[in-house]
Every structure is written in C-alpha cells, then in structure tokens.
C-alpha cells in the first residue's frame, strides 16, 4: 500500500499546477489583496521585489498572470531593471511561471538566471536566489528522469552554496531533497542519514516550523520502509507537536497520512482509517487538491486490505475525476485497473470486463507511445550510420585540407606572434613615457611645495627677528625710564617734599598748598611711569614666573567695570624668555582688547601645562564680534598679531566668537614641537 501510494503522490503532484488553471475565486481574493499591498510600497526596489514575489504565487494558478507582474515588477525598476541582480531576478521569476507548461524554456531561463546571478556577488541576496534556481532546475532534471544528476546539482551546488550564506532554512531544505531522492531509489539508510542532517539544521530555527513540519513527516515514511518503527514512532512525535502549534499548515494532511501508513504496517488498519479520514477532512478545507486524491487512494488500499470491498470501492471512484482528462495515462491505467479488479473481487464481472477494457485501450496507447519512441530511436540509428559513411567518404578530403589549414595556421601564428611582441613593445614604450611625465610633474609639485615652505619659514624668521628686536627696545626702554628718569623724579620729589616739611613748621599759605599740589602730580607721575616700565618688560615676568606675571597682569587691568578671575595650573617656574614674553604679550593684548572693545563685565584667564602643551584660554562675555573681518579691518592689527606669535610658537589657535556672544580664545602650544 505503501509504496503504491507514494506512487500516485508523485504523479498527482505533477498535476498540481494544472489542475488550477482557472483560480478559484478565494485564490484570486487572495492574489489581489497581496497585490494591493505590493503597489502601496513607497520603495521602488521593495514594490518591484514584492510584485515578482506574487509573480511566484501566481505561478501555480495562472502563467499569464505570473508573466504580468514580473513585467509590471521591470516597469517599476526603470533603469535599474538593468543592472545583474535585477536581470537575474527576472530570468528567475519567468522561469518559476514557465515550470511546468514549458520546462525546456523553464531550464534556460535558470541558467539565464544563474548567468547574471553568478555576477551579482556584491548583493547580500544573489546567492540566496542562487541556491533556490538551482534547486529548481534539478528538480526538472528529476522530472525528466535523471535522479543522479539531479543529486549532483543539490550536492555541488545548491547545499554548498547554502551552507556559505549560512541559510540553515535553504541548506536543510536541499538536504531533505537529497534525501527524497535516496528514499525514492529505495537508500533508505542514506535517506535516513540526509534527514537527520536536515532536521539538526532546522531545529535551530525558531521559523522553520513547516519545513521541520514536512521532513519529520518524510523522514518516518522513510524509517516506516526500513521497518524501523521506534524510529518512525520517533519522527511522528516531533511532527504531531508542530501540528499542534500550527493547526491550519498546509503540511498536516501529510502528517495523517504517514501517521495512517504507520499503523497499517503494524496491522491496526482501523486506526489507520481514522487518520486517513481526518487528513482528508483537512485537506478539502484546505482546498489542497493534490493531497485529497493522495489520501482517498491510502483509504483504498486500507479497505481493501481490511476486506471491507464496498468502502474501498466508494474511496477509489473519488479518486477518478483527478485522474481523468488528464495528459498522464500512467495514472488512468492504475486507477482503471484497480477499478476493474475490485468489481471482479465483489463479483461483478460485467462492470469488471468494461473497466478492464478501458485499462486494455489505455496500456495500448502507453505501449504505442513506448513503440513508437522506439521506431523513432530505430530511424536515428539508420540516420547515424549513413552519416558515418558519408564522414568515412569525406575524410580523406578533409585531411588533405587539413595540411593545408595547419600550414596556414603556421604562418597566421607566427605573425600574430611577432605583432604581439610589436604591441608589448609599444605598450612598454607607452608605460615608460608615462611614468616619466609623472615623475617630473610629481618633482615640480614637490620643488613648489619647497619653495613655498622656504618663503614660509623667511617670514617666521622676519617675523622673530622683529619681535625679539621689540622685544629688546621695549626691555632697555623700561630699564631707562625705570632706573634713570623714575631715580630722578623720585629724588626730586623728595628734595620738595622736605621742603614742604620744613615750609609747614613756619607757617602755611597759599604758596605752601601749591607746592604740595606740585609733589602730588610729582607722585602721579612716578607711579605712571613705573606702569608704563612694567608694561614694557614686567620685572615679576623675569624674576617670579609666568603665573605670578598673569596674576599681577590681570589685577592691574581690573577696574570697577571688569572683573578678570585668573586660573592657573601646572605652570613652571623655568620657561625660555622667549616664550614667557611672547604668552604674556598674547595675554596682554587679549585682556586689553576685552577691556577697551567688548563692555564685557567678566573675563575668565585659564592657563596650564599638561604632558608637554601648555593650554591658554581668554573668555568674555562681551558683544563679542565676527573674528576673519576683525583681522581683516584696520583695528584688526592686535589680533594679526596674536596670530603670528602663536604660529611663531608652533601653537594652534582656534577662536569662537559670535556678534551677541561673547568671544573665546584657546590656544594650544606644543612645547616641544
């Protein structure tokens, strides 16, 4: 009963797709809802992938209307219809909707397919797509009887494929049609050994319930033809907990009818018939027209083998409308034999004699069929051996003319050799003529580069010269006013001071309160003039340090309209004067330009030393002002300066200043670049 019902599975699925020719109405229902869905994506490569996945759906229904939608689906592509995936992807489709009316067109579309595919590696979905046309196109290769080849295609090419996209779903699924293969040669133990592989792979996806669904139940029809029960016992199990997660799967009628062939081998045929019963329920509410003729014939054999005639009868006249007006005569010829040897076992032998002579007129026609593939055979043999005779005939001939060719061939190669040498040559030629031009103009860019770099440094060097000869006159400058005219009207306001003293103790007038004016302006004076000598070259600068020099900088630029709060950290006492002049110089004009120019009430002072950088920073919150203009303008000088003692110091200095916001200056120096 087994074997016999895996039999007419076959051929009853090679049908599956004809017999929907004209979709049922809810299929149709179906398609469009899907198609209402595709058009509503705003993606195009998404709506295109979306129309050529229901050009698939189609495809068992309708080939017309399959070839519609992966037309529609290149509309919508454009250009990028093109391009080497998308040209694969419809080959692909085409040949889905051309599988089962034309296979020959159907198979070279796949290699169409696989052509383009195979040249898209940089799309993460080529080889996906790559596994499925191969599986499909052994599939006809098993269709047209080439079972071995169609093994090599899933074992050198679909599974290695899967198995380097790590698609357990794909790889396990090509696995298991190895192994249908080996089942249906009667290998059931390398059946068994490819299903085991497949399910180990599958176990671990938590979406693969259908896929795990179908091959437990393949997989216990293969132990139950190995007689193996406990292990077929053990795959029913597994099925029967997927069906109860997944009720309505498509795949469950075959899970009643290997639960079915299970226990009629184990003899309890009634419990066979309530399985085969419950399958066939479900797969008219399923509308599976391929698996109700399937599970009517195991209903069949089972009455039959029950001796319950009338019953076995009843099931297989169900199974006749599927069979007839079908191409296949295979399967009329079984049908309309058990038929006849059914009535002939309930005794009636007129009804027997007339669908005996119905299976008689259909095993003429195979047997013609077969006879005259035969004859058609015979005529190529004939055909082939006046061939060859005409080819021994003409042989002669064509050696003669083959000398000829060779020495010609001879000739041919030694010119096209010596031009090819000619071509190198040139091409050598060409390379070296190249690389010179670029050899010189690489050599002018670096001599301008140079040049430019030299001009640079001439202007540093212009630039230090001039600072450090201000820097110079500034330091004597302070020293004369200092140590000369400050000794001098310091002495002189002593001398008028004793004066006054000595006037006072006589008497006091109005002489006497000029005098004392006179000493007063004497004092303004002095203490002018040390300022401007401590502006020139402060004395705590050389003697106690950057810090105290900063400190002393901004308490002296204080007043009663700005505050500067002054931060310091990790400072030296033992910077090169150089240095400490030009960082104190940047100070100096930052705070004054904060002071005469932003109506800031706060500026914040913060300078630090840090793994070999010392960090400067002057922040207002003035009025603040666009920094490019400002250098640009006349009044811009003091910060063109600034710019040229930080370059002159190998520091960077990054500016954010905005009208409104106020102005931040931050400076980094590398001190040891």
Same mark, same amino acid.
């Given at each position: 009963m087994?074997?016999?019902?895996?039999?007419?599975?076959?051929?009853?699925?090679?049908?599956?797709?004809?017999?929907?020719?004209?979709?049922?109405?809810?299929?149709?229902? %179906? *398609?469009d809802?899907?198609?209402?869905?595709?058009?509503?994506?705003?993606?195009g490569e998404?709506?295109?992938?979306?129309?050529?996945?229901?050009?698939?759906?189609?495809?068992?229904?309708?080939?017309?209307?399959?070839?519609?939608?992966?037309?529609?689906?290149?509309?919508?592509?454009?250009?990028?219809?093109e !391009?080497? %995936?998308?040209? *694969?992807?419809?080959?692909?489709?085409?040949a889905?909707?051309?599988?089962?009316?034309?296979?020959?067109?159907?198979k070279?579309?796949?290699?169409?397919?696989?052509?383009?595919?195979?040249?898209?590696?940089?799309?993460?979905?080529?080889?996906?797509?790559?596994?499925?046309?191969?599986?499909?196109?052994?599939?006809?290769?098993?269709?047209?009887?080439?079972?071995?080849?169609?093994?090599?295609?899933?074992?050198?090419?679909?599974?290695?494929?899967?198995?380097?996209?790590?698609?357990?779903?794909?790889?396990?699924?090509? #696995?298991?049609?190895?192994?249908?293969?080996?089942?249906?040669?009667?290998?059931?133990?390398?059946?068994?050994?490819?299903?085991?592989?497949?399910?180990?792979?599958?176990?671990?996806?938590?979406?693969?319930?259908? @896929?795990? &669904?179908?091959?437990?139940?393949?997989?216990?029809?293969?132990?139950?033809?190995? $007689?193996?029960?406990?292990?077929?016992?053990?795959?029913?199990? $597994?099925?029967?907990?997927?069906?109860?997660?997944?009720?309505?799967?498509?795949?469950?009628? #075959?899970?009643?009818?290997?639960?079915a062939?299970?226990?009629?081998?184990?003899g309890?045929?009634?419990?066979?018939?309530?399985?085969?019963?419950?399958?066939?329920?479900?797969?008219?509410? +399923?509308?599976?027209?391929?698996?109700?003729?399937?599970? &009517?014939? *195991?209903?069949?054999?089972?009455?039959?083998?029950?001796?319950?005639?009338?019953?076995?009868?009843?099931?297989?006249?169900?199974? #006749?409308?599927?069979?007839?007006?079908?191409t296949?005569?295979?399967?009329?010829?079984?049908?309309?034999?058990?038929?006849?040897?059914?009535?002939?076992?309930?005794?009636?032998?007129? /009804?027997?004699?007339?669908?005996?002579?119905?299976?008689?007129?259909?095993?003429?026609?195979?047997?013609a069929?077969?006879?005259?593939?035969?004859?058609?055979? &015979?005529?190529?043999?004939?055909?082939?051996?006046?061939?060859e005779?005409?080819?021994?005939?003409?042989k002669?001939?064509? @050696?003669?003319?083959?000398?000829?060719?060779?020495?010609? !061939?001879?000739?041919?190669?030694?010119?096209?050799?010596?031009?090819?040498?000619?071509?190198?040559?040139?091409?050598?030629?060409?390379?070296?003529?190249?690389?010179?031009?670029?050899?010189?103009?690489?050599?002018?860019?670096? +001599?301008?580069?140079?040049?430019?770099?030299?001009?640079? $440094?001439?202007?540093?060097s212009?630039?230090?010269?001039?600072?450090?000869?201000q820097?110079?006159?500034?330091?004597?400058?302070?020293?004369? &006013?200092?140590?000369?005219?400050?000794?001098?009207?310091?002495?002189?306001?002593?001398?008028?001071?004793?004066?006054?003293?000595?006037?006072?103790?006589?008497?006091?007038?109005?002489?006497d309160?000029?005098?004392?004016?006179?000493?007063?302006?004497?004092?303004?004076?002095?203490?002018? +003039?040390?300022?401007?000598?401590?502006?020139m070259?402060?004395?705590?600068?050389?003697?106690?340090?950057?810090?105290?020099?900063?400190?002393?900088?901004?308490?002296?630029?204080?007043?009663?309209?700005?505050?500067?709060?002054? @931060?310091?950290?990790?400072? $030296?006492?033992?910077?090169?004067?150089?240095?400490? =002049?030009?960082v104190?110089? =940047?100070?100096?004009?930052? #705070?004054?330009?904060?002071?005469?120019?932003?109506?800031?009430?706060?500026?914040?002072?913060?300078?630090?030393?840090?793994?070999?950088?010392?960090?400067?920073?002057?922040?207002?919150?003035?009025?603040?002002?666009?920094?490019?203009?400002? /250098?640009?303008?006349?009044?811009?000088?003091?910060?063109?300066?600034?710019?040229?003692?930080?370059?002159? +110091?190998? *520091?960077?200095?990054?500016?954010?200043?905005?009208?409104?916001?106020?102005?931040?200056?931050? =400076?980094?120096?590398?001190?040891?670049?």
């Amino acid at each position: 009963m087994c074997r016999n019902l895996y039999v007419l599975f076959l051929f009853i699925l090679w049908f599956n797709r004809l017999s929907f020719a004209q979709p049922a109405e809810h299929v149709r229902q %179906y *398609g469009d809802s899907l198609y209402r869905e595709a058009t509503s994506l705003k993606d195009g490569e998404k709506k295109a992938e979306a129309l050529l996945e229901l050009s698939f759906f189609w495809g068992d229904y309708d080939t017309v209307t399959a070839l519609k939608y992966v037309a529609e689906a290149n509309e919508v592509l454009g250009k990028r219809a093109e !391009q080497e %995936y998308y040209k *694969g992807l419809s080959a692909f489709y085409r040949a889905a909707a051309h599988f089962e009316l034309n296979p020959k067109l159907s198979k070279k579309l796949y290699m169409q397919a696989e052509d383009h595919l195979s040249r898209s590696k940089g799309h993460p979905q080529a080889t996906r797509f790559r596994v499925r046309l191969w599986g499909s196109y052994g599939a006809l290769l098993q269709r047209e009887g080439k079972a071995e080849e169609y093994v090599d295609v899933l074992l050198n090419k679909a599974i290695p494929m899967a198995k380097s996209i790590s698609d357990s779903v794909l790889w396990g699924n090509n #696995l298991q049609n190895v192994a249908m293969t080996m089942m249906n040669l009667q290998q059931y133990e390398k059946a068994n050994r490819y299903y085991r592989e497949a399910l180990a792979l599958l176990d671990g996806n938590a979406q693969s319930d259908e @896929q795990r &669904l179908i091959l437990s139940v393949n997989a216990a029809r293969n132990s139950v033809f190995q $007689r193996d029960m406990q292990a077929a016992r053990h795959f029913l199990d $597994r099925a029967a907990e997927i069906c109860a997660r997944t009720p309505w799967s498509s795949a469950v009628p #075959l899970y009643y009818t290997a639960e079915a062939n299970y226990w009629e081998r184990n003899g309890q045929l009634q419990k066979a018939l309530d399985y085969l019963e419950r399958g066939l329920a479900l797969a008219k509410d +399923l509308q599976s027209n391929d698996l109700v003729p399937n599970i &009517l014939y *195991g209903q069949y054999e089972t009455y039959k083998r029950a001796n319950r005639l009338e019953e076995a009868k009843k099931a297989l006249l169900q199974v #006749l409308p599927y069979v007839e007006g079908k191409t296949l005569l295979r399967n009329k010829q079984t049908v309309y034999y058990n038929i006849a040897h059914l009535h002939r076992l309930m005794g009636d032998f007129k /009804v027997a004699t007339d669908w005996y002579e119905k299976f008689k007129i259909i095993s003429d026609t195979v047997f013609a069929h077969a006879s005259e593939q035969k004859i058609l055979d &015979l005529e190529h043999k004939y055909n082939t051996a006046e061939r060859e005779n005409e080819l021994l005939s003409a042989k002669a001939t064509n @050696q003669e003319q083959e000398l000829s060719l060779r020495r010609t !061939q001879s000739w041919l190669f030694v010119v096209g050799l010596a031009c090819i040498l000619l071509l190198m040559l040139l091409l050598l030629w060409f390379i070296s003529v190249r690389n010179r031009r670029r050899l010189g103009v690489q050599k002018e860019l670096l +001599l301008q580069q140079e040049l430019k770099n030299l001009k640079q $440094r001439e202007q540093i060097s212009v630039f230090n010269a001039m600072v450090q000869g201000q820097e110079k006159e500034r330091s004597r400058i302070a020293r004369d &006013l200092h140590d000369g005219l400050g000794g001098m009207l310091a002495s002189v306001k002593l001398k008028l001071s004793a004066v006054a003293d000595g006037q006072r103790k006589l008497t006091v007038n109005d002489t006497d309160m000029e005098l004392y004016t006179i000493i007063n302006q004497l004092d303004q004076s002095v203490n002018e +003039l040390r300022r401007v000598a401590r502006n020139m070259m402060p004395e705590s600068l050389l003697y106690m340090g950057l810090e105290a020099a900063l400190r002393d900088l901004c308490k002296a630029m204080e007043h009663g309209a700005v505050s500067i709060e002054f @931060q310091a950290s990790g400072l $030296r006492a033992n910077y090169e004067q150089p240095f400490l =002049i030009s960082v104190y110089r =940047i100070v100096q004009e930052l #705070l004054t330009n904060a002071v005469k120019h932003s109506a800031a009430g706060k500026v914040w002072v913060q300078c630090s030393e840090h793994d070999g950088h010392v960090y400067l920073s002057v922040e207002d919150n003035g009025k603040g002002f666009l920094f490019e203009e400002a /250098v640009q303008a006349a009044r811009g000088i003091g910060l063109a300066n600034i710019k040229n003692r930080v370059e002159l +110091l190998n *520091g960077q200095l990054e500016v954010d200043a905005a009208p409104g916001k106020g102005a931040s200056f931050h =400076i980094d120096f590398d001190l040891h670049g």
